[in-house]
């Protein structure tokens, strides 16, 4: 019976999980539907609420966004938007933050997490996933060593983590892709493939 439960709840939890992460996604972007007019909403001349809905709207405002943006009257405004935000105290230092965030991940030109190393974190007898990024140019004049800059995610919300500098020969450098990481980071190690070590040996150990 105890074997059987346990069959049960493998195939449940991961599937009421998905379902309640899609119904929360449908029922933000259903949100969208309130900025258009009373007599414009679907539930008002269909008689009916129909959920997701606000998907198609949400993504019509994004790509006309995006279209918007493109042309040169569009860029000047988008300019005129971003300075007018960056006088604002609070507001510049979280919009300026997340912008630079969001530019480095979803740009094509951008460059997001290079490489999947191991470092030593928490303790010196410890190694953590940690993933190489960029180091500012006026704090790598600081050190007389070769540093890399580290993002070290925490389990299981790999949005949060910590942020590191450390000597690149005090780093493994994995055989892993970023992708696989996060699953095995997401996971607790659960979903981990074989990884390959570049350095096979670590000096002093």
């Known amino acids: 019976m105890k074997r059987y439960f346990i069959t049960g709840l493998l195939i449940w939890v991961p599937l009421g999980i998905t379902i309640w992460v899609l119904s929360a996604l449908l029922g933000a972007m259903d949100q969208t539907l309130l900025l258009l007019p009373e007599h414009w909403r679907p539930h008002y001349w269909l008689g009916v609420h129909i959920p997701g809905l606000g998907v198609i709207l949400t993504g019509v405002v994004i790509i006309l966004t995006g279209l918007f ?5 569009g860029q000047r405004l988008v300019r005129f938007w ?11 230092s979280i919009y300026g933050s997340v912008k630079q965030v969001s530019d480095t991940l979803l740009s094509g030109s951008g460059l997001a997490f290079k490489k999947v190393l191991l470092v030593r974190y928490p303790h010196p ?3 953590s996933l940690a993933f190489q990024t960029n180091i500012p140019s006026e704090v790598r004049g600081q050190f007389e060593a070769e540093y890399v800059a580290v993002f070290i995610p925490t389990t299981p919300s790999p949005v949060n983590g910590f942020y590191f500098y450390v000597r690149r020969d005090e780093t493994i450098e994995l055989d892993m892709s970023v992708d696989a990481a996060l699953k095995a980071i997401v996971s607790m190690g659960v979903v981990a493939p074989a990884m390959k070590l570049e350095v096979a040996n670590y000096p002093g150990d």
């Open 125 to 127: 007898q410890a190694w």
């Open 82 to 92: 971003e300075s007018l935000l960056q006088r604002i105290p609070v507001v510049k």
């Open 69 to 73: 943006a493109a042309n040169l009257i």
